[in-house]
C-alpha cells in the first residue's frame, strides 16, 4: 500500500518570502499522480498543483512549483513570495494511474503553513 | 457550476442517533469517495465507489454504510453514531481517465454527543 508522508506538522514564513514544504511517499508503482491541495480555514481542498510521475519536468504554478525527484520519492512544494492568503494547510497526496488504485487519494496529515506579516 | 455539493454543512447528533450525509455531483464522475478528516490525521478514506452500483471500503470503514444506485450521488450513513465519529467528513469525486485531480465538497462538521 502507497503511504505519504509529511513532516513539517507546522511551518512558518515572512509575507514576501519562500517556504518549501516536504513530502515523501513510498509506492511500487511507476506510473502516478501527486497532488499539493490546500485547505484554508473555510475548510474547502483547493488543488494547488498536480505531478505525473512519468513527466520529468517540474510543474509550476505561478509563485507555486514543485521539486520532484522520483528516485528519492520526493515531492517537496515551494511557495514563492508568500502572501497572506497562502496561510493554510497544506495536504500531499497521491494517486495510483492504473486500475486498482486510481479511484483513491492517499494523503499526508498535512503542514499548516502560517504567513507572518 | 454546481461540482460536488455536500449536506449538510454542520450536524450535532446524540450517541446512537442514525443520520446520512448527502453528496452528489453534476460532472458525470465514475469515482466517487468518502473521506474524515481529523485533527493531525490527514484525510482518511471512509468508503469508495468507482460507479453506480459498486461500493468498496476504504481505511476506515467501520460504523458507516454506503450505496451508489446513481452515477451522481453517493450519501454516507451513519448508523448509530458514537463520539469517535466527531469529525469532518468530505466527499469527494474524480473521472477514472482525463482529468487527474478530485472535486471536494465543502465538507461536513460532525458533533457527536
Known amino acids: 500500500a502507497q503511504t505519504v508522508t509529511q513532516s513539517q506538522p507546522e511551518m512558518s514564513v515572512q509575507e514576501a518570502e519562500t517556504v518549501t514544504l516536504s513530502c515523501t511517499y513510498d509506492?511500487?508503482?511507476?506510473?502516478?499522480?501527486l497532488f499539493w491541495y490546500k485547505q484554508p480555514p473555510s475548510r474547502q481542498m483547493i488543488l494547488v498543483i498536480r505531478q505525473e510521475a512519468y513527466k520529468q519536468q517540474n510543474a509550476t504554478e505561478n509563485r507555486f512549483s514543485v521539486n520532484f525527484q522520483k528516485a528519492a520519492k520526493s515531492f517537496s512544494l515551494k511557495i514563492s513570495d508568500s502572501q497572506l492568503g497562502d496561510a493554510a494547510m497544506y495536504f500531499c497526496?497521491?494517486?495510483?494511474?492504473?486500475?486498482?488504485?486510481?479511484?483513491?487519494?492517499?494523503f499526508g496529515k498535512g503542514t499548516k503553513l502560517t504567513v507572518n506579516p | 457550476n454546481a461540482g460536488v455539493t455536500q449536506t449538510p454543512k454542520f450536524q450535532v447528533l446524540k450517541t446512537g442517533q442514525s443520520m446520512t450525509l448527502q453528496c452528489a455531483q453534476d460532472m458525470n464522475h465514475e469515482y466517487m469517495s468518502w473521506y474524515r478528516q481529523d485533527p493531525g490525521m490527514g484525510l482518511r478514506l471512509i468508503h469508495y465507489?468507482?460507479?453506480?452500483?459498486?461500493?468498496d471500503q476504504g481505511e476506515v470503514p467501520n460504523g458507516y454504510n454506503v450505496s451508489r444506485s446513481t452515477t451522481e450521488d453517493f450519501p454516507l450513513r451513519l448508523l448509530s453514531a458514537a463520539p469517535s465519529q466527531t469529525s469532518v467528513y468530505f466527499c469527494?469525486?474524480?473521472?477514472?481517465?482525463?482529468?487527474?485531480?478530485?472535486?471536494f465538497g465543502q465538507g461536513t462538521r460532525l458533533t457527536v454527543v
Open positions: 469527494a469525486s474524480s473521472k477514472r481517465q482525463g482529468v487527474t485531480e478530485a472535486f
Open positions: 509506492t511500487s508503482e511507476s506510473d502516478y499522480y
Open positions: 497526496a497521491y494517486r495510483s494511474r492504473g486500475q486498482g488504485g486510481s479511484e483513491k487519494l492517499v
Open positions: 465507489s468507482v460507479g453506480a452500483g459498486i461500493t
